[in-house]
Structures are given as structure tokens and as C-alpha cells.
């Protein structure tokens, strides 16, 4: 019996999942966006903040962003910086 309840209970859970994707699909078919908008900062006056004397702390309070957001908007810069431009050579 128990067993029978606990196959009906998990059916169900995975049709509700299911509507829940394809509500999802159809709603991005739409045009509206799913999850979080994205960070509206200015992220150039952020990135020149950090590189003055202004610590993680102050540059996150200053432009009302985690500190984790800072550093992270950091390193993208330094990697995008790191790769060799590319040419439209191909070796």
C-alpha cells in the first residue's frame, strides 16, 4: 500500500515539473525574461573604483553590489584581458 501511494506521489510530482518546464518554454517564447533582470551598474566606474585606492568593502557599498559581485566583475576583466586577441588567421 505504502508502496502504491509513494509511485502515485512521485507521478504526480514529475507532471507537476513538467508543466511548470513547459510554462517556463512558453513564457521565454514569449519574450519575458525567466530569473533575476541582470545588474544594472556601471561597471566601468565600478572596476575604476577598485582599481584606486577604494577596498572591496567600499566599492560594494558605493555601488550597492555584494562584495562577491565586485570581485567577480574583476576577474571577467582580467581574464578577457589575458586572452590573445584573435585574427582571422587560422594555424
Do not use: F, Y
Not at 519575458?32 to 582599481?51: A, F, H, M, V
Not at 562584495?67 to 582571422?88: F, H, I, N, W
Request: with cysteine.
Amino acid at each position: 500500500m505504502i508502496v502504491i501511494v509513494g509511485a502515485i506521489a512521485e507521478l504526480e510530482k514529475n507532471l507537476i515539473v513538467e508543466r511548470v518546464r513547459a510554462g517556463m518554454r512558453r513564457a521565454k517564447l514569449r519574450g519575458r525574461q525567466i530569473g533575476r533582470s541582470p545588474l544594472k551598474i556601471d561597471r566601468t566606474q565600478l572596476i575604476d573604483d577598485r582599481r584606486s585606492v577604494m577596498s572591496l568593502s567600499q566599492a560594494a557599498k558605493k555601488h550597492r553590489v555584494s562584495r562577491a559581485t565586485v570581485c567577480r566583475l574583476m576577474k571577467e576583466l582580467s581574464s578577457d584581458s589575458q586572452q590573445p586577441p584573435a585574427s582571422g588567421l587560422a594555424a
